[in-house]
């Protein structure tokens, strides 16, 4: 399978514990995405890396939120401190060529519960 | 900012029947549209994006979509629907403000294809 990878699928974890979660982009693709999805909501933009720099943040990733691509290549999404209100889908994108009609593709997402 | 509307949550057609499910898009500058499809527990699969000069948009799955740059709007349709097109399906628009390159969904439409 040379899609998107993510692990693991689902993550149940306790109120407070820390998380974290992986993403294999397809592997020529130097742009990858952080997504979060919620039930009756679409998408919305966490983070954006191009190779190992990480150029855009949104205002949802508070403090406790923090990725990595440390060699251009997989990707890792921490959260400290999980609250409940961080249940929902992660979901990871990549995609190759510079240019704002680039299509992303996506990785199957996990799925956090916090207890 | 740039958005994207889609405004039925769910849409119901008939085996066979022609759909549409409809999208409007507030965008300043050139507009840079997709469609994704999700079906349960899965991640999101591109279906098309719109190129500039084409209104007409040929995807995946015999789906195509018609950019109407009057009416802003960028509706998903498909001749003859099959009961598999049942599925969460989402526009996206490209914003590209302040140098950065996030997708911005629309909350979805539910589409189910019944016999």
């Known amino acids: 399978d040379t899609g998107v990878s993510q692990n693991p699928r689902h993550k149940i974890t306790k109120r407070g514990q820390n998380v974290t979660f992986r993403c294999d982009p397809i592997?020529?693709?130097?742009?990858l995405y952080w997504y979060r999805q919620t039930l009756g909501q679409g998408p919305e933009f966490l983070t954006y890396f191009q190779n190992e720099a990480q150029l855009e943040k949104s205002r949802l990733l508070s403090d406790r939120f923090s990725a990595e691509r440390p060699k251009g290549s997989f990707s890792t999404l921490e959260i400290q401190r999980t609250e409940q209100g961080d249940s929902a889908m992660y979901l990871c994108?990549?995609?190759?060529?510079?240019?704002?009609?680039?299509?992303?593709?996506f990785g199957q997402g996990t799925r956090l519960t916090v207890v | 900012a740039q958005s994207v509307a889609q405004p039925e949550d769910q849409v119901n057609v008939a085996e066979g029947n022609p759909l549409t499910v409809k999208c409007t898009y507030s965008?300043?500058?050139?507009?840079?549209l997709f469609w994704y499809v999700q079906y349960p527990n899965r991640g999101l699969q591109f279906l098309l994006k719109?190129?500039?000069?084409?209104?007409l948009v040929k995807g995946s799955y015999g789906f195509e979509a018609e950019f109407n740059k009057s009416q802003t709007s960028f509706h998903l349709k498909k001749p003859s629907a099959l009961v598999s097109d049942s599925a969460l399906y989402f526009c996206?628009?490209?914003?590209?403000?302040?140098?950065?390159?996030?997708?911005?969904f629309g909350t979805g439409t539910q589409l189910k294809v019944e016999l």
């Open positions: 965008v300043s500058g050139n507009p840079y």
């Open positions: 994108a990549s995609s190759a060529r510079q240019g704002p009609n680039t299509e992303a593709f």
């Open positions: 719109y190129i500039t000069g084409d209104n």
């Open positions: 592997s020529e693709h130097n742009r």
């Open positions: 996206a628009v490209r914003d590209i403000t302040g140098g950065g390159n996030k997708l911005t």
